[in-house]
């Protein structure tokens, strides 16, 4: 089975506090995501990564950057958490898109973080 | 610009019977169309990844249908559980990296 695996269940940090957010799977797959999820909002791409070293903006970027310098790990990181942050973040991986039936998305347990 | 709408947003029906959700998307070409459930404070579950060169692909209890056409899935969820208390999210793989989800259906079961 996939497996999506993200550090923390739960954070509880400061305004200003950097913040990091991990994310592993063990199916070698290429492509990771973060997403952030909100009442009301829905899902929302922050980044998402495809290779090793490469990285794309999603929808909501700003406060966010990342890091992928393994295939399997992918960092969510919030240089200086602010109140609005405040959210669950669930990662995903995906295998390469190689037309209809590929793609299969599998998320991590989620991080639910609190920022004060 | 794909969008993807699910009605009805809330749903409580009793134990044993059998219910159908929707999905409803604004643009037929996709990859893909993908049933989640979530429980609650939990991460999203893969159920059932539609190709879309499927009318519909089943799971145990679970039966989801695709008709691009018409912009339109369903799952349908036979003899339900209490078990089967979550919401229920459909993703629309629209692009490479693109996939666009509804804001779920939030599924009671009585029992």
């Known amino acids: ?116 | 610009k794909q969008e993807v709408t699910q009605i009805p947003a809330a749903l409580s029906v009793p134990e044993g019977e059998n219910l159908v959700l929707n999905c409803s998307f604004t643009d037929s070409a996709i990859y893909n169309l993908q049933w989640f459930r979530q429980d609650p404070g939990k991460g999203l579950t893969s159920l059932l990844l539609i190709q879309s060169s499927q009318r519909e692909q089943t799971s145990g209890r679970l039966n989801a249908s695709l008709d691009k056409s018409s912009g339109r899935s369903t799952l349908y969820i036979a003899a339900s559980q209490p078990g089967d208390s979550a919401t229920y999210l459909c993703a629309v793989h629209s692009g490479t990296y693109k996939y666009i989800f509804g804001t779920g259906t939030r599924l009671k079961v009585l029992a």
């Not at chain 1, 497996?3 to 990091?20: A, D, H, I, N, W």
């Not at chain 1, 929302?44 to 406060?63: A, H, N, Q, T, W």
């Not at chain 1, 960092?75 to 973040?89: D, F, G, K, R, V």
């Open chain 1, 1 to 116: 089975d996939v497996k999506v695996t993200q550090s923390s269940r739960y954070l509880v940090k400061r305004t200003g506090e950097k913040v990091f957010l991990e994310c592993v799977q063990d199916m070698d797959h290429e492509n990771m995501f973060w997403y952030r999820q909100d009442p009301g909002l829905g899902l929302r791409l922050i980044y998402f990564s495809y290779d090793v070293k490469m990285k794309e903006k999603g929808d909501i970027p700003e406060g966010y950057s990342v890091s992928r310098e393994k295939k399997e790990r992918f960092s969510l990181i919030l240089e200086s958490a602010s109140t609005n942050q405040t959210s669950m973040y669930l990662c995903a991986s995906s295998p390469r898109v190689r037309g209809p039936g590929t793609g299969e998305l599998f998320f991590g347990e989620g991080s639910r973080l609190t920022v004060l």
